[in-house]
Each structure stands twice: as C-alpha cells, then as structure tokens.
C-alpha cells in the first residue's frame, strides 16, 4: 500500500514511513463498512489482511465463524504460562462512509495525521496491537489478538468471541487518547410508536393526531432527561436519554394516525436494561393519565448493553498504569460515555479496559484521521502490557 504525506498546496507526495503506518494505510484503503449501512460489505477482505500478516510472520491464526461470510481472526501466540491469557480486541468494521468530505479510502498523512475512515475507529488501534503481537517472541501469557466483526451494528463478533471463552484480561482498541479506560456507559434503544385516527386536515376533530400525542410523550422524556443530570458517577457523569429519530403521518392534508421515535438511552454501571424499561413505561402512563385517548406501544430493546466498571484495583488496571507512567504517559484510570466490545468481554468475566490511538471525536466523522505519533505510542503500551502482565 502506498501511503502518501500531503504538501502545503494540498497535494500530496509518496514516502516511505514507518510499518505499523504502512499497515494501518493498508487496512484504511479497504472498504469495510459495516454491512448493515450503505455501501457496506462484509470484514472479509480486512479479515483475510490480517491472517495474511501473521502467517508470513510464522504465528498461527484460526476463524471464529459468526454470520455467513463474516468471521473473526484470531491470532495466537502460545505463552511461558499457559494457563492465563490476554485478549487484545479490535473490530474490523467502519461506520458508514455517508456525509464524509475526504476521499475515505484514500490514506493520506498530512501535518502527523493519517486520514481515512477507520483511521480512528479502529484501525489504528487493530494495526498497533497486530505489530505488538508479532514483536514479541515469548511472551509471559498466551496472547490472542482478536480482529473482530460487527462492532459497529450489533456487536455478534465479540458475542461469538465470549462464548466459551476464558481469559484473564482484556484491552479492546477504540480511540481513548492514550488513556487506560476502566468505565464507560451502556445503552439502551428501542422504539415508541403512537396510533392515531386518520381523517381529513380540514375536519381534525374527526381524527385523533399521532404526533400530537407523540409530542406530549417526548416532552416528559425531555423531563427525564434533564431530571437524570441529577446523578452523577465519578468517572462517567450523568446518564442520558436522546429522542433521535422521529417519523410519523402521511401527507400534510391528513391528520396523521401513527408517529414512531427511537429512544438512545446511555446507562451507568448497576442500572439493568429491565429496570429502565419499567420506569420507561411509568412515564407513559404519567402520560396516559393526561391524555386518555393515547394509544401508544413501546417496542422490545434493538440493543441491550450494560455499562463497563472495571475494578481499578484489579490487574489489568494496575499493568495499564504502571505501563502508561513508565512511558510518561498519563496514568489517571477514567471513563468514557460510548460503548464498546468491551463490556461484552468484561459481562462474561474478563476483566476489561478500552485503550487506543486518537479521538473519539473523530470517530465517524467527515473527515476522520488519527494522530500517527499516538499510533507508535499505542504500539509501544500494548508491547509494554503484554511482557508486564504476568
């Protein structure tokens, strides 16, 4: 893969850089978005990148099947202790290419930043953890490097991953800037929909209006939401709940007789998905009482992902930091308010942080890039962690 450094005229010229660069490049130059947005296709060819990368370095590699044509890789390397294992985790799909000003998979570096989608989330941490891997000859603890699907959708790549898994730690690569995350939110969406009476826009009273009735019910989420700024955790602040999507009526001249939003509702550590729901449900009623012509339905969850809070006394925490002071790196555990695979890892009772290269804000963006002296920073951690955690 050729990679390319941009001039001060916005050109740009070939050079040769550094490898992890090169393979982070290669990996952005492949579209892999998610299949279940526009343009999307399956991991298949980023997949079969990284089994090409380890096995010309001698380090075997097997497929985890997970849905027809997707699958995740995982490369091994045997450890001096055999019985304890490190999961190092990256998802091999991108967020939709939609509403992006740069070409997205056309790798440039310009003023230290390599651009592209994925650049950030997360190529750049899958690329710096495959060279970690690979560096190392013996490591203390078996290794599997996890290049894994579905991150971006419904999360069934690392849900294949835990089933029957053990390991003893964690680090799943998502874009933290060089911070060691040990907490971070869960989420929560489903819909509402309202059923209204159709009738003519000239004789509403004829007809009972879906969105008005909606109306009334996202003004008491707003409620709720401003009322759950009231609690907050150390690390993460307050939950959240966001009215994202809103569809309802036919045409202007009707009075509409169904309205349907979908409701993003990010939860701190110790709420469950059932509790939500019920206080969820309370809230309509609240409503109903109000509005005794509401005929309104609440759809089962889409997502269901509780929050991560990983023990900061705990090993993998402990490395993580150790590693990060010893590199002059910031050390402070935090948290962060997005979800990832790691939560998945850590519910089935590996301990878990989230660390990576770049910025969350970038992540999805129109024009995504990733910082490359991060990238060579985030390689030389994951390296570090691997020959402490022992």
Known sequence: MDVFLGDNSGGSMKIDTNEVLVTLADLVAINSINPAYEDGRSEDE?????????????????????????YNVI???AGRNAR?????????????????????????????????????DTKAGLAAM??????????????????????EYMFRGVLALCE????????????????????????????????????????PHL????????AQIVTALD???????????????????????????????????????????????GATAEAVLAHHDAILDEVRELCPELDVQSDAPTIADPALETNAEGQVAKVAQRV????????????????????????HGVPSIIFGPGSIDRAHAAVEYVECDQVMLAESFYRGFLLQFE
């Open 84 to 120: 304890r294992r490190v999961i190092f985790e990256a998802h091999m799909d991108t967020a939709s290419i939609t509403g992006m000003t740069i070409p997205p998979f056309e790798p440039i570096i310009r003023d230290g930043r390599l651009y592209g989608r994925g650049s950030c």
């Open 130 to 151: 495959m060279h970690a891997v690979s560096s190392i000859e013996e490591p203390p603890c078996e290794v599997w490097l996890v290049a894994a699907v579905d991150e």
């Open 324 to 347: 990060l002071t010893q590199m002059g790196l910031n050390g402070e555990l935090a948290g962060v308010p997005y979800g990832s695979d790691a939560s998945k890892l850590a519910r």
């Open 223 to 269: 409620r709720e939401a401003r009322r759950l700024e009231e609690t907050a955790h150390p690390l993460l602040g307050h939950a959240t709940l966001n009215v994202g999507v809103i569809h309802g009526g036919v045409q202007v001249n009707f009075v509409p007789d169904w309205c349907e939003i979908e409701i993003d509702r990010r939860l701190l550590p």
């Open 75 to 77: 490369a091994r390397r």
């Open 164 to 203: 029957g898994l053990h390991a003893d730690a964690a680090i799943v690569a998502e874009p933290t800037e060089l911070r060691a995350i040990i907490a971070s939110k869960g989420v929560l969406r489903w819909k509402v929909r309202t059923k209204g009476k159709a009738a003519h826009s000239s004789k």
């Open 207 to 214: 007809g009972v209006n879906a969105i008005s009735h909606m």
């Open 46 to 70: 980023v997949g079969r990148y990284v089994e090409e990368f380890f096995e010309k370095r001698g380090i075997e590699t097997f497929r985890q099947d997970v849905l027809p044509g997707r």
